[in-house]
């Protein structure tokens, strides 16, 4: 980038736990975000939600934050993932497996990215309702770029019928 003029760009970032002390290692992580993605906007309150593709897990908290960033697409899931190492992530090998710390980008602006390391919004938004609840609560009329529809909308019509709740 030119120096001076760079712009920032808003993400939405999910993030989930159900390993260790949750509620502890969501603030390391909310920290570390700030320390190198960017500024939090907004984020949502914790949710406390069933463990989605495996009933046998533990509960997760999960979060939603808006980020302002600097960072480009694939500069931002480098460091999503340096985070989750840092905060003692094991590798991304199992979808559904207990972890300390999981951070998904879920939109980046606008746009629309399909690579084999980075999908762009991610492909599971609709179907699970631990994304959209805390996604609603911060940017209710945000429109999905690709299904052209609400957040709202969404959530309204999500099937998932997996306990998520608000915490105080």
């Known amino acids: ?58 509960w997760f908290l999960n979060s939603v ?37 999981d951070i998904d980008i879920l939109f980046y602006e606008n746009f629309i990215i399909r690579s084999p390391k980075l999908t762009i919004p991610h492909d599971k938004i609709p179907q699970r309702r631990f994304v959209l609840a805390p996604l609603v609560e911060i940017s209710p009329q945000y429109i999905h770029p690709i299904l052209d529809s609400s957040l709202s909308y969404l959530l309204d019509s999500c099937v998932d019928d997996l306990r998520v709740t608000k915490l105080d």
Do not use: H
């Open 65 to 101: 934050l808006e980020v302002q960033t600097l960072l480009l697409p694939f500069e931002l899931l480098k460091k999503t993932q340096q985070i989750e190492r840092d905060l003692g992530r094991k590798s991304k090998g199992d979808d559904y497996a207990n972890r300390t710390i």
């Open 1 to 58: 980038m030119i120096k001076g003029k760079e712009e920032y760009k808003t993400c939405f970032l999910q993030l989930g736990s159900n390993e260790g002390n949750r509620n502890e290692i969501m603030k390391l992580a909310e920290y570390f975000i700030q320390q190198s993605i960017g500024v939090i906007k907004n984020k949502s309150s914790y949710y406390e939600s069933e463990p989605w593709g495996n009933s046998d897990l533990n």
